[in-house]
């Protein structure tokens, strides 16, 4: 009480605070099986409690097997952070009592984690995409554990969904490096990408493939103290972890400015959607001590550096080495943002490129006139064409078989239609004419039908010969190659 009273006397604050912020992070790994047993993983729309077996049911007497996918995943993940696999690690047991945890206990990983340290370094963007900042976050470690099952709650029943319990999930940890809430959004959908890149997970935020437990604390700028952290618990879209730490971190400096200072001691709140404000959920007074010890049914892994070489050397581009690429060939960074988050845009492009070496033709085939069509027939991008479709479209518009304008036409019909463009272009007769005669008489047509556009062309006025060549254009149904005739058409009028 003394010491508040104190505090209050103290002249009214000036230094600027400090937002600092640490995450956990849980993505699911997308295994065929579950983390230790041989369980479906997949239980999105399936009935409850049917992707389930006596193990990740916890029932007495079973044991568990790791699953060797999960574990490479992990350890290809780990590398693609820059962290570094630990040659010994092993399972612990992690207990607490929960309805929807049916052993009692989580394996998890707790003082033999298999990576440690590592580092995401990412861009903060703008609304339009255009980055204003590049940072880094450095991470602790990531573990392997499994998940648990799922509560829902319907008044006062709750009914209890174990699909999801023992499905294998990665536990990524940061430093707290983080300076915003819009820092950590960006900084996880960047981690996103690269898990979703070296198909660690699928991260699908809908599905809850991504939850984040997100610390954030204050301090004095200039100061190097951490205070105590007030940490979210279970925060699963960008939007719901956005919005809690900009509430918490408001509510935070209020509390500040009230009491002079930062909180006494850790806390632990909930985030509520539909309210959108945090509540308490429990203090230090209360936190929960997991009794952790090692697992006795999993032996301990050892990993050799040439096991790890071996994954290593598979590792496909990262988010970050694909943008630089990208980048250097001249594109906006809209455009880069499109090729990096959408696999099926880069293997497009790839092709076009890797044909054309023309990266802005490139780009206004694949990303403005491809996805402009998909978008405008409401198609999805598993339904764009094959790059070997693409490059036949390509093709015969370089080989002058068709015009550029022609080919934009026949990419919204091999859209719409899913078919070829060789199967457009044969069965609409579009096939462009470069034959000079077939040429040539067209154009003497269009001089004996246009006389008045010859009369003021032979007086000096230039343009009108660009009325002659869209009648020559339109008579041939847009097929004549309009360099032809232009060249014909000048010729025949000296
Ligand atoms: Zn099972
Ligand atoms: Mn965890």
New binding site residues.
Partial sequence: MEERQTARLLPEMTKELEVIIGL?V?AQMNTNTKMFCGCDNDAWNKPPNTTVCPICMGHPGTLPVPNRSAIEKAITASLALGATVQPDNHFDRKHYFYPDLPAGFQI?QYDFPLAKGGSVPYAVADASGKTIEERTCRLIRLHV?NDAGKLSHYGDRTLCDFNRAGTP?M?IVTEPDLRSAQEAVAFVQELRRILIAVNASDADMFKGMMRFDASISLREKGSKKLNPRSEIKNLNSFKSLEKALTYEGKRLADLWKKDSGPLPHDITVGWLDDEEQTRMLRDKETATDYRYFPEPDIPPMQFSTKDIENICKDLPPLPRELKARYTSLGLTDAEVNLLVNEPVLRRLFDAVHGKTGDAKRTSGIVLTQLVGFLNAHRKGLHEAPSPEHLLALVASIDAATISANTGKDVLEKMVKKGVSATDIIASEGLKQISDTSAIEAAVDRAIAQNPKAIESYKNGKTQALGAIVGWVMKETKGQANPGMVNEILRKKLG
């Fill in positions: 956990e849980h998890s554990e999930l536990e």
